[in-house]
């Protein structure tokens, strides 16, 4: 059974352009969850999904960030027009399906690099 | 939210000591988590405790929901358990609140 499974590892992007950043869960997941670590920091809580659907974005920031999950692919977190603030790992988790306890499992993150 | 606080900060360990680590929380928590960051930045699965006890060969975990705390035990500790122990907890399945962290350091 593979893993929470992330994409690119690394990605490194000059201020005002885009970063595309995507999550496809574990096999029998279809709860995902991002998160973002800032170096020498905890892990923030940014917005939680379902198949098609924001469970909860209160993490989010309100203006360039947005997140999806598709029915068919992996979840995507977008940033739009970076700032040098966005450097930082995204870490995605996904949850079980069945009986949901809210057990996270994680990638292994993508780190961002915004110069 | 719920604040979440981890203790120590920082500890330095020869290799074979034995460590307890610490995580309060500020409310009522159904979910609790504790994680292992290596140095490569992965985060490892260590333990879901929302309560009682748990051990995994030298890794042993406890978590007093009533009392709103939860501690990790390192037993025999090895060069290899160097890294960040991450404490994580939710009173729902939309978001868990994470600890700062214990760095860790063992030395050979």
């Known amino acids: 059974n593979a893993g929470v499974m992330q994409n690119p590892r690394h990605l490194v992007r000059r201020r005002g352009q885009e970063a595309r950043l995507r999550c496809s869960p574990m096999k029998g997941h279809s709860h995902v969850y991002w998160y973002r670590q800032l170096p020498e920091e905890g892990l923030k809580f940014m917005v939680y999904l379902q198949k098609e659907n924001i469970i909860d974005e209160s993490g989010m920031p309100k203006e360039r960030f947005s997140a999806e999950f598709p029915k068919e692919g992996p979840s995507i977190l977008r940033i739009q027009q970076v700032v040098r603030g966005d450097s930082a790992a995204y870490f995605c988790a996904s949850s079980p399906d069945r009986g949901n306890t809210g057990e996270l499992f994680f990638g292994e993150g993508s780190r961002l690099t915004v110069l | 939210g719920i604040q979440v606080e981890q203790s120590p900060p920082d500890l330095i360990l020869q290799e074979g000591a034995n460590s307890t680590l610490r995580c309060n929380f500020s409310d009522s928590v159904n979910n609790l988590q504790w994680f292992h960051q290596n140095p490569w930045g992965q985060l490892i699965n260590l333990f879901y405790?929302?309560?009682g006890t748990k051990q995994n060969g030298r890794l042993s975990a406890t978590t007093v929901a009533t009392e709103r705390y939860s501690l990790l035990y390192i037993s025999s500790s090895q060069t290899t358990d160097s890294g960040v122990y991450f404490c994580a907890v939710s009173y729902n399945f939309n978001k868990f609140y994470f600890g700062s962290g214990t760095k860790l350091n063992v030395k050979p």
């Open positions: 405790i929302p309560s």
